[in-house]
């Protein structure tokens, strides 16, 4: 039973998709899926409506996203409800995660915008006779692909920072979520965004792929490794600029001098909010064996108090895409069929109608089972057992992924070290999930886990074309450098560098 069905059409132009919740499997909505044509029209309107956005300057274009942050405030029940309803996760988590943090990100660049991308004026080190500016320019028109697991914030964010740095946008949200992502349009339609300057197309693959085709000048996306992959060879042929925010299998290292009570929490936390479905979840545990038996039984117990459910207080909501759930149980049962042992959950949960899966916690795991190795994007937390810290970091290491990662110990120093010799994008100590959530942070991955930064000052400049712009200080009829050439040139060039490197007073001036 899937919770994305395709409707019988008679025109195959026309491609019509069914939803039901994937909770209680209740209808929930139709959407059409918009072909490649109207990709294209959108993309048009959102380049016609771009010299006028950027015109409007950073306080104009920051009245309108401070504009969207109170129909947030005042529409936040009724958003909510919509996420739950494509999701099922909890309200909670859903006004959390997904408005809370998205009134943050569209009052963050909405104040400081300018700031950041103000005209910088840098020194010169050498060429004294000349000034150097740097301005930051919009690219023009981006083109934001998001997944489901979060269909409001990543599109949201993503659209924030755009929009600020003078952008105009073309979303398309997942074809999982699509009426999360709809939400977008409600908000800057109710925030009186100008027309054409956010435009959003429903669709799955083929219309994402025509977006990334089409005439925008940046791509924003956010899902996996692979769809990541796709979209950068099109963007690599087209000479395209692209962000890529892809999946994680995120380590999580706890040290024997570590808060047991606090880090239990923080891996139970980590790896089961949004039932696993978060890039950043953690997804592997090393623990020091001197504390390993204490650290598990506080984790087993913590886990199996966890309420799922689709009505009423709970802490896991389903499995928003179903053949997600067909991951998780092959990757538990191939670490079960090679000795891992389930300490709790371990299955569907058979007590409710949608697509749960029980909160799993697996010991006796080792590096090479799938579930150490590939990203789960789900609830389910595999346990091993290390001698020591170097051994964690090396297995933490041992993956294509690079993400974010965490550490935990009671020496902060030690624990930034630590953080500092994995190869991720991000790291935290002695907390997880952070680092999305902390707008400053600029947040990415190494190796298949992305390319490129959101989020803070690099995220913003992203969206930016960066433009040099050297000016001539003292004018004068002609530069030394300039022709004709001669000896008595080459000879002045060579005294030159004898003295610049050759010197100390030089070398002081270089
Ligand atoms: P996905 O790659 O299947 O889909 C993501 C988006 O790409 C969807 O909108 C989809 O319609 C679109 N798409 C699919 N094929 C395409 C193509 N050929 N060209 C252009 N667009 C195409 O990912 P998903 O299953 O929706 O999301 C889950 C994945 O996203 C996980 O791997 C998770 O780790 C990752 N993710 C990463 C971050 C991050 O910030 N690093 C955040 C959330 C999720």
Redesign the pocket.
């Known amino acids: 039973m899937a919770v994305v069905e395709p409707i019988e059409s008679a025109d195959p132009q026309r491609r019509r998709l069914r939803y039901r919740s994937p909770a209680n499997l209740e209808p929930i909505g139709e959407i059409e899926i918009q072909p490649a044509a109207e990709v294209r029209a959108a993309v048009e309107r959102a380049r016609k409506s771009q010299p006028q956005w950027a015109a409007l300057g950073f306080e104009g274009r920051a009245r309108f996203l401070q504009r969207a942050v109170q129909v947030l405030l005042e529409r936040q029940d009724e958003y909510v409800d919509v996420i739950v309803r494509d999701t099922g996760k909890p309200r909670i988590e859903a006004l959390a995660a997904e408005i809370l943090s998205s009134c943050d990100a569209l009052q963050y660049y909405a104040k400081r915008a300018e700031r950041i991308l103000a005209d910088r004026t840098l020194s010169v080190h050498l060429v004294k006779s000349k000034k150097l500016k740097v301005v930051y320019k919009p690219v023009g028109v981006v083109g934001i ?6 269909p409001f914030i ?1 599109s949201l964010n993503p659209t924030a920072q755009a929009l600020m740095a003078g952008n105009t946008v073309v979303l ?5 979520t699509p009426f999360s992502g709809a939400l977008l349009r409600d908000l800057f339609e109710a925030a009186g965004l100008p027309e054409g300057v956010f435009d959003l197309v429903q ?3 083929e ?3 025509a ?2 085709e089409s005439d925008v000048d940046k791509i924003s ?8 992959r ?2 950068a060879e ?1 963007c690599g042929r087209l000479l395209k600029p692209c962000t890529l ?4 299998k995120d380590p999580m290292i706890v040290c024997a001098d570590a808060d047991l009570e606090r880090a239990a929490n923080g891996a139970v936390y980590g790896a089961f909010v949004n039932s696993g ?4 979840s953690t997804e592997r545990v090393y623990v020091v064996d001197s504390v390993a038996d204490e650290f598990i039984g506080k984790v087993i117990e913590k886990t199996a108090a966890l309420r799922q459910g689709a009505e009423g207080e709970f802490e896991l909501g389903p499995i928003i ?1 179903p053949p ?1 759930l067909e991951v998780i149980e092959r990757h538990v049962k191939d670490a079960v069929d090679h000795g891992a042992v389930v300490r709790t959950g371990g299955r569907r949960n058979p007590d409710e109608p949608g697509f749960f899966f029980e909160p799993t916690v697996l010991t006796e795991v080792t590096q090479d089972m799938e579930v150490m190795r590939d ?1 789960t ?1 789900g609830p389910v937390l595999p346990i091993m057992r290390v001698p020591d810290e170097a051994e964690a970091v090396r297995l933490a290491n041992d993956s294509s992924y690079g ?1 974010n990662a965490s550490v935990w110990t009671r020496d902060k120093h030690k624990g930034t070290e630590l953080a500092k010799a994995i190869e991720s994008g991000c790291a935290v100590v002695n907390d997880c999930m952070i680092s ?1 959530g902390l707008t400053e942070s600029p ?3 190494v190796k298949e ?2 390319i490129g930064r ?1 989020n803070g000052e690099l995220g913003l400049k992203s969206y930016c074309h960066t433009q040099s712009i050297v000016i001539d200080r003292f004018g004068g009829k002609s530069e030394s450098m300039w022709f004709p050439y001669s000896l008595k040139k080459l000879n002045l060039i060579k005294r030159m560098m004898r003295f610049i490197w050759g010197t100390p007073l030089g070398r002081l001036l270089s």
């Open positions: 692909i998001t997944p489901w697991n979060y990543l398309k949200p997942s074809e999982v669709g799955d693959a219309t994402g792929a977006l990334v996306f956010t899902g996996s490794v692979r769809t990541g796709r979209v099109t925010e892809l999946g994680g479905q978060v890039c950043m895409w997600q990203e994007f993400l999305y947040f990415g991955g886990s992305g959101v």
